[in-house]
């Protein structure tokens, strides 16, 4: 079946550092989305990514899908403490409802 | 607004017995989806509704487990003859439209199965 995998499954950084996560599928996508969640949290939507090699920021996260769409990445500039939390990558293939979690990226900001 | 909510919060249940989980989605929503998230992983998929209807069952993971959406509003979650590795939080989360937008989540429930 449909796998998404993510990595790296942990990350910690300085706080001021950069941070990058990394979604792949083994097959085309339809479309992916971003999810944040904090712990003990629930996820939390970012935002969704449709078009081959699209690309869309918000403040300090850049969001980017591959030109195959069969993979995306999410990448933070200069974190801070109030990123923490595990970053998800949803995945969904055309003509299906549900869609595939990653493994999940679990990112620690030491202040 | 209510965002998304899920009760009961937290349930305990003894192996062999039956459960309900219900979740109120946002008024109007449309698409209604139900995950299950195992510790340190992430959200699996169960099932998706538009509104009544089913149109994906295919994440849930025995004939024990039991979805609807009479009204196509509320949803409940049906576990019988619960299991120990039936044990997770159980996310419900709705969309306004069709699946292919922004997932709202539900705060969860957490089933533990003694």
């Known amino acids: 079946g449909q796998q998404v995998m993510q990595i790296p499954q942990y990350q910690h950084v300085q706080e001021g550092e950069d941070f990058t996560t990394y979604c792949n599928s083994s097959?085309?996508?339809?479309?992916i989305q971003w999810y944040k969640q904090r712990p003990g949290g629930h996820p939390v939507f970012l935002i969704q990514?449709?078009?081959?090699?699209e690309v869309k920021k918000q403040k300090r996260l850049t969001f980017q899908f591959g030109e195959a769409k069969k993979n995306s990445s999410l990448h933070i500039t200069a974190t801070q403490t109030t990123d923490v939390g595990t970053y998800f990558c949803?995945?969904?293939?055309?003509?299906?409802?549900?869609?595939?979690f990653g493994t999940g990226t679990r990112l620690k900001v030491l202040a | 607004g209510a965002g998304v909510s899920q009760s009961p919060r937290y349930k305990v249940a003894k192996r062999g017995q039956d459960v309900a989980l219900r979740c109120d989605p946002i008024?109007?929503?449309?698409?209604l989806f139900w995950y299950q998230q195992a510790l340190g992983q992430g959200p699996e998929f169960l099932t998706y509704?538009?509104?009544?209807?089913?149109?994906?069952k295919s994440g849930l993971p025995s004939d024990r487990f039991f979805a609807e959406r009479p009204e196509g509003s509320v949803s409940t979650l049906k576990i019988q003859r619960t299991q120990q590795e039936d044990s997770a939080v159980y996310l419900c989360?709705?969309?306004?439209?069709?699946?292919?937008?922004?997932?709202?989540f539900g705060p969860g429930t957490r089933l533990t199965v003694t």
């Open positions: 949803a995945a969904s293939k055309r003509r299906t409802y549900k869609y595939i």
């Open positions: 097959t085309t996508l339809s479309n």
């Open positions: 990514l449709v078009k081959s090699g």
């Open positions: 008024s109007g929503h449309v698409s």
């Open positions: 509704f538009q509104n009544e209807a089913q149109l994906d």
């Open positions: 989360a709705s969309i306004l439209d069709r699946a292919g937008y922004e997932q709202y």
